[in-house]
């Protein structure tokens, strides 16, 4: 099975329009991740019928037995994160706060404090016209982030071993969620755009692509908006030897597709166009590995 991701040094460059469209044209039988547990949305494009849910439960958190607590206060001045407090006569964990670092279990004299499982988010499983689709979602402040990816990918695996493409809608930045997803895969699609802080972001992204030996593609996104930096782009790409796959132009028709929930593709226009190019492109280049 051949994975690729599609990833962004930050939010907003295109990642999960263009996620979306490559889900609608690659011809491999494919399983879909959205992997962007914080604020999952390929399935606004994609339309999925949800089949079920299963409970995600991340690191262990601490939980006091009102029972057996005296209220001496011991654990609340033992938390350095502030997630002990005082409600009435009783001392609680603010679930979002807590760490999982267990200090309160060992300073705590009536042996009140456990630390227990949680939940911290859920594992969606979906199916779309283009393929079985899993996608997480985090528990507002909840951790574990890169903990779910894993999970969707390990599920991914299970359910469809037979697909013979997972494509990958990945998160924004180069932190826990991101190495989660491109750990062990075999390409990444780059989507960016031609502005300062995208070029910056995307530079950090190669380094980090780099590090795990990932095959690296480019796409530049609204690359019309400013060709000065368009050229920088493409420079550094020549210079990183990463294949460019394609430019998409600004197209106002992208921006009312997305607000109909319908992937760009199915629309008319320079984008749909330059979209359709850039995922034969892709295909060609999945057929070599």
Do not use: W
């Not at 499982?117 to 402040?141: E, V």
């Not at 980090?208 to 480019?218: G, T």
């Amino acid at each position: 099975m051949i994975q690729v991701a599609v990833i962004s040094g930050k939010g907003g460059t295109g990642k999960t329009i263009l996620t979306a469209s490559f889900a609608c044209l690659l011809p491999q039988d494919k399983v879909l991740i959205d992997a962007d547990v914080d604020a999952a949305n390929l399935s606004l494009l994609l339309n999925p019928k949800d089949v079920h849910s299963d409970e995600f439960r991340g690191m262990d958190g601490a939980v006091i037995d009102t029972s057996l607590c005296s209220g001496c206060g011991i654990c609340e001045e033992a938390c350095v994160y502030g997630a002990i407090r005082k409600t009435g006569d009783q001392y609680e964990v603010v679930p979002y706060r807590c760490e999982g670092c267990g200090t309160c279990t060992l300073v705590c004299p009536e042996d009140a404090v456990s630390m227990q499982s949680r939940i911290t988010g859920m594992i969606h499983y979906a199916k779309s016209s283009a393929g079985p689709l899993l996608y997480g979602s985090l528990t507002p402040g909840a951790g574990n982030s890169g903990l779910l990816v894993h999970r969707l990918r390990q599920e991914a695996g299970k359910l469809h071993p037979d697909a013979s493409l997972t494509l990958i809608d990945g998160p924004p930045g180069i932190g826990c969620p991101l190495i989660s997803t491109i750990t062990g895969i075999q390409a990444v699609v780059l989507v960016t755009e031609p502005s300062k802080s995208a070029q910056s972001d995307l530079s950090r992204l190669i380094t980090l692509c780099r590090s795990f030996k990932v095959k690296m593609f480019l796409v530049v996104n609204r690359y019309d908006v400013n060709l000065d930096i368009y050229q920088e782009i493409i420079k550094m790409a020549d210079e990183m030897n990463i294949r460019v796959l394609g430019k998409i132009p600004y197209d106002i028709a992208v921006l009312n597709a997305t607000r109909n929930g319908t992937p760009v593709i199915r629309t008319e226009g320079p984008a749909s166009e330059a979209i359709h190019e850039i995922a034969k492109n892709l295909n060609g280049e999945l057929e070599k590995i």
